[in-house]
């Protein structure tokens, strides 16, 4: 690469934030449903559509050409594969996951991330004076759009959750912090006697009657509120933390593990499931060290490497000899099971 190319490909690096709000804007003015079509569209039908005009438009247009996610043939403009998962309702959609991430409330927590940084003190805390969870409960919109978010990493992330855990009959399984079912609802119908329950927050929870009456093991699944830092449900076979602890810092995924480690029934499973990054640094692991990085800034917790997990369930007092792992694609499943 010559000095000037290298100039060029930093300054799409600093310019990361202008293809984020492109993208948010296209969502909201619905650009990637209107060329969600088989032959594309024209610049004016584009335009006709989101009630853009076209001098506007065609800038936007060209970044998100320049980003891969939109292209054009024969004056007609298309999605390319990236771009069609931003179409809301496609089956492994990230609409709303984008829409939450590149959304005012999350943008303006790394104002400070100089700040973030220095002390440790999540962004999002330091803009809202609490944190995130803290704040969802508050602010039903917000929590609506984050719930979404997870719904669909969930949704595209359950089938192959589901091939790492093998369950016998009649288990009874626990997804701690569950969110709104999409999980375990997916589990249960891949394991004919098994029953369940989704236990989260009251407003992580939200969703979860109407995802587990939509789906075909209603009479199999129920939903329990509660706060994982205190009391979790005592009768189930095994219990699931799929996507959860690396939302905390140490101290609370510690605590976490203790309500597990005291609570979770004699014999009963845990399973911890998680994009657990590399010990050394490894190109393919880049979405782990941005997600890891929107931990610090968002909710204050890390992606942790399954070293950092073992040591946590060690200081938790959970049974590490039993510890075995599966991994499908970039998700792991760590299972323990307690002293009968
Ligand atoms: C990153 S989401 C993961 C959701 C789901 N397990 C998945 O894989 O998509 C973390 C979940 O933890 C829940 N949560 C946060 N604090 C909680 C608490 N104190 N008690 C129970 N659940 C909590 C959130 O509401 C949210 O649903």
Same mark, same amino acid.
């Given at each position: 690469?010559?000095?000037?190319?290298?100039?060029?490909?930093?300054?799409?690096?600093?310019?990361?934030?202008?293809?984020?709000?492109?993208?948010?804007?296209?969502?909201?003015?619905?650009?990637?449903? #209107?060329?969600?079509? !088989?032959?594309?569209?024209?610049?004016?039908?584009?335009?006709?559509?989101?009630?853009?005009?076209?001098?506007?438009?065609?800038?936007?247009?060209?970044?998100?050409?320049?980003?891969?996610?939109?292209?054009?043939?024969?004056? %007609?403009?298309?999605?390319?594969?990236?771009?069609?998962?931003?179409?809301?309702?496609?089956?492994?959609?990230?609409?709303?996951?984008?829409?939450?991430?590149?959304?005012?409330?999350?943008?303006?927590?790394?104002?400070?991330?100089?700040?973030?940084?220095?002390?440790?003190?999540?962004?999002?805390?330091?803009?809202?004076?609490?944190?995130?969870? !803290?704040?969802?409960?508050?602010?039903?919109?917000?929590? @609506?759009?984050?719930?979404? @978010?997870?719904?669909?990493?969930?949704?595209?992330?359950? =089938?192959? @959750?589901?091939?790492?855990?093998?369950?016998?009959?009649?288990?009874?399984?626990?997804?701690?912090?569950?969110?709104?079912?999409?999980? #375990? =609802?997916?589990? #249960?119908?891949?394991?004919?006697?098994?029953?369940? =329950? &989704?236990?989260?927050?009251?407003?992580?929870? @939200? $969703?979860?009657?109407? &995802?587990?009456?939509?789906?075909?093991?209603?009479?199999? /699944?129920?939903?329990?509120?509660?706060?994982?830092?205190?009391?979790?449900?005592? $009768?189930?076979?095994?219990?699931?933390?799929?996507?959860?602890?690396?939302?905390?810092?140490?101290?609370?995924?510690?605590?976490? #593990?203790?309500? /597990?480690?005291?609570?979770?029934?004699?014999?009963? %499973?845990?399973?911890?499931?998680?994009?657990?990054?590399?010990?050394?640094?490894?190109?393919?692991?880049?979405?782990?060290?941005?997600?890891?990085? /929107?931990?610090?800034?968002?909710?204050?917790? %890390?992606? %942790?490497?399954?070293?950092?997990?073992?040591?946590?369930?060690?200081?938790?007092?959970?049974?590490?000899?039993?510890?075995?792992?599966?991994?499908?694609?970039?998700?792991?499943? &760590?299972?323990?099971?307690?002293?009968?």
């Amino acid at each position: 690469m010559t000095a000037l190319e290298d100039r060029d490909s930093v300054i799409q690096l600093i310019g990361g934030y202008i293809v984020s709000n492109a993208i948010r804007a296209a969502g909201d003015f619905g650009i990637f449903s #209107l060329l969600d079509v !088989d032959d594309g569209l024209t610049l004016t039908e584009v335009a006709l559509g989101a009630r853009i005009d076209e001098a506007h438009l065609i800038r936007l247009l060209r970044t998100l050409q320049q980003a891969h996610l939109v292209e054009e043939a024969g004056n %007609r403009f298309h999605l390319t594969s990236p771009g069609r998962l931003l179409v809301p309702e496609r089956e492994g959609t990230l609409a709303n996951f984008a829409r939450n991430f590149t959304s005012p409330l999350f943008q303006r927590s790394w104002d400070s991330l100089e700040e973030t940084l220095r002390t440790g003190t999540p962004g999002f805390f330091l803009v809202n004076q609490q944190s995130i969870y !803290d704040y969802f409960a508050e602010d039903d919109a917000a929590n @609506a759009l984050f719930n979404g @978010a997870m719904q669909e990493e969930a949704a595209a992330t359950a =089938t192959a @959750a589901t091939t790492i855990i093998t369950l016998a009959e009649n288990e009874r399984v626990i997804d701690l912090g569950g969110g709104d079912g999409t999980f #375990l =609802t997916k589990l #249960l119908q891949a394991n004919p006697t098994a029953t369940g =329950t &989704v236990f989260d927050s009251p407003a992580g929870i @939200a $969703n979860a009657p109407s &995802v587990i009456d939509r789906s075909s093991v209603a009479n199999r /699944c129920d939903f329990q509120a509660g706060d994982f830092f205190t009391a979790i449900p005592r $009768n189930g076979t095994t219990y699931i933390l799929k996507s959860v602890l690396q939302d905390w810092d140490d101290e609370r995924a510690y605590q976490i #593990l203790r309500t /597990c480690a005291e609570q979770v029934p004699a014999g009963a %499973r845990l399973i911890i499931i998680g994009n657990f990054i590399p010990d050394d640094f490894d190109r393919n692991a880049a979405v782990g060290y941005l997600t890891d990085m /929107c931990m610090l800034v968002i909710s204050g917790g %890390r992606e %942790r490497t399954l070293d950092d997990l073992r040591r946590l369930l060690d200081r938790a007092g959970l049974p590490t000899a039993s510890l075995s792992h599966r991994r499908v694609g970039p998700l792991t499943a &760590v299972e323990l099971t307690s002293a009968p």
